[in-house]
């Protein structure tokens, strides 16, 4: 069957820390894979796309990796600040423009 | 240029009522998708519309339907409430032949049913 799990459900860490975000995903071939940010009672706030044939993708201090062979992706935010605390979704994307496929999300809380 | 937003932001209906949520597409956007995002899971695809058509469809009964109009406006109707329709409803709207993908949000409505 098709599965998109983020393996932590809550992730706690410290003030200037690396958070370190993986989504795991079955039978899917994505061409795309996103990552939202999403804030209590708010909607998704897109943060990063990569596509297939990338390994690694940058902004500021966010890094997304792709590996299709493992069928994971990793989302680090690195030097993590308390106003990083937030519900991160990772979303599959057959093509651009069509519906993403979500995983639960993960929580994580910086504290200081 | 405007975001995307919903209305209304929060709503109560019974069981077995029906209810019309609305959205306004982000500026120079033709496609919308709504989602259905229940407590503690991520978003659920419903439908999407694109230049007033549907253009795909996720796991949703019939009760689920929606428009598009030609401002690219959306509306998702739901009829026959039940108890587990209680959830956020959120619209994204996208530019179908965009690059990137991204879809932007808007914030939601919440809706219970009693």
Not at chain 1, 24 to 40: C, E, F, H, K
Not at chain 1, 53 to 70: C, H, Q
Not at chain 2, 50 to 68: C, D, I
Not at chain 2, 76 to 93: F, I, K, P
Request: with cysteine; hydrophobic share 30%.
């Amino acid at each position: 069957s098709q599965k998109i799990e983020q393996n932590s459900e809550a992730l706690n860490i410290q003030e200037g820390k690396t958070a370190t975000l993986t989504c795991n995903y079955t039978n899917y071939s994505p061409a795309y894979l996103q990552w939202y940010r999403q804030d209590p009672g708010r909607g998704p706030v897109f943060l990063l796309l990569i596509r297939e044939n990338e390994k690694e993708k940058r902004k500021e201090r966010l890094k997304v990796t792709f590996d299709t062979t493992l069928k994971q992706s990793l989302f680090h935010i690195t030097a993590s600040q308390p106003a990083d605390s937030a519900t991160y979704l990772c979303a599959l994307d057959m093509r651009a423009g069509t519906a993403l496929i979500f995983g639960k999300g993960t929580t994580l809380s910086v504290s200081s | 240029e405007t975001g995307v937003t919903q209305s209304p932001t929060h709503l109560i209906k019974t069981r077995g009522q029906q209810v019309t949520l609305r959205c306004s597409s982000q500026s120079g956007h033709n496609t919308v998708s709504w989602y259905q995002q229940a407590l503690g899971q991520g978003p659920q695809f419903i439908f999407q519309y694109y230049r007033e058509e549907e253009n795909g469809r996720g796991n949703f009964p019939p009760r689920f339907s929606g428009l598009q109009f030609p401002n690219y406006s959306s509306e998702l109707n739901v009829n026959a409430l039940e108890l587990d329709d209680s959830a956020l409803y959120l619209c994204a709207s996208s530019l179908e032949l965009d690059e990137s993908g991204e879809q932007f949000f808007g914030p939601g409505t919440r809706l219970t049913v009693l």
